[in-house]
């Protein structure tokens, strides 16, 4: 049997929806949609009930990316076992085209701090973050990507670059990498650096899937711009710029449309979809070309 690392993310090159239960009966009325569906694992951790029944409606008809958010995968304490075991038990059941988690920690202690909380970029760091990647393929059985962070804070200790970090660690574990478009943007922003220079030396070739978000703006302490990743409006113009040059780059791929907050009705999260589905037709028309 392969290393789980070898098994490739089988997720279609289409656009993709955060899928939330108020949509249920849209999503089931509009067979216009086609592309794929993503659900957080820890939404879906229960034995049965309502979540498990619409998802496994939909299931028959969308390939599914099952997308972390509590594995604390960067935590300086061991992976939470049961927490493992209920991911595995919900890969087991819907064998989801992807799974991803965030390159962050959330816990201490066994306290769920609610939050996706940075790292220092440094070789103590790296050890943990691989080792946590290993363990959780293995467990699971199957390939996972690691998503780059949306942040607010640096660490004066890191001395890894975040491209070069992420880069390494699927170098050494076999994982593949989610692109977040939008967190460039954000932690570019927050930190004053330049979001294509960022993208310029992101691996671009390990990426198997693609967010994009909206974020909101606040002002800082001392009055500069912050932006957050709020996930509660429509994709910004600078994050689709900057998306259809990551196309340009790498060819079409499977794309997220995430909208966790101020959820709007069918038509608008479909008409955003829609804009990313247009955007990798024409890549892909390229590339062809």
Same mark, same amino acid.
């Given at each position: 049997m392969p290393h789980p690392?070898?098994?490739? =993310?089988?997720?279609?090159?289409? @656009?993709? $929806?955060?899928?939330?239960?108020? %949509? *249920?009966?849209?999503?089931?009325?509009?067979?216009s949609f086609e592309g794929f569906?993503? $659900?957080?694992?820890?939404?879906?951790?229960?034995a049965g009930g309502p979540?498990?029944?619409?998802?496994?409606?939909?299931?028959?008809?969308? @390939?599914?990316?099952?997308?972390? /958010?509590?594995?604390?995968?960067?935590? @300086?304490?061991?992976?939470?076992?049961? %927490?493992?075991?209920?991911?595995? =038990?919900?890969?087991?059941?819907?064998e989801p085209e992807s799974f991803s988690e965030h390159l962050a920690w959330s816990t201490h202690e066994g306290v769920f701090l609610d939050d996706l909380l940075p790292l220092p970029y440094t070789a103590e760091t790296f050890r943990r973050v691989a080792e946590h990647v290993d363990q959780v393929q293995t467990a699971l059985g199957?390939?996972?990507? *690691?998503?780059?962070?949306? =942040?607010? /804070?640096?660490f004066a200790e890191?001395?890894?670059?975040?491209t070069d970090f992420l880069a390494e660690i699927a170098a050494r574990t076999g994982c593949g990498l989610l692109l977040d478009v939008n967190n460039v943007v954000v932690s570019a922003t927050n930190h004053g650096t330049s979001a294509t220079a960022y993208l310029a030396a992101f691996p671009l070739g390990l990426v198997d899937e693609i967010h994009l978000a909206g974020h909101s703006e606040a002002t800082g302490d001392a009055g500069e711009r912050l932006l957050i990743d709020a996930h509660g409006s429509p994709v910004a113009d600078p994050v689709w710029a900057l998306y259809e040059g990551v196309l340009r780059d790498a060819g079409p791929l499977p794309t997220l449309i995430e909208w966790d907050n101020d959820v709007p009705a069918w038509p608008a999260l479909a008409a955003e979809a829609a804009a @990313?589905?247009?955007?990798?037709?024409?890549a892909a028309r390229a590339r062809a070309a």
């Open positions: 690392a070898a098994i490739p =993310t089988t997720l279609p090159r289409t @656009a993709g $929806v955060g899928f939330k239960p108020e %949509h *249920l009966a849209d999503l089931l009325a509009d067979r569906l993503e $659900v957080h694992a820890e939404n879906y951790m229960g979540p498990h029944t619409a998802l496994g409606r939909l299931r028959r008809d969308h @390939a599914l990316s099952i997308h972390g /958010v509590g594995l604390s995968i960067g935590g @300086a304490e061991p992976l939470d076992r049961a %927490h493992l075991a209920r991911l595995k =038990t919900l890969c087991d059941r819907y199957r390939r996972m990507l *690691l998503e780059n962070p949306a =942040t607010y /804070v640096l890191s001395d890894i670059p975040e @990313a589905e247009r955007l990798i037709r024409r």
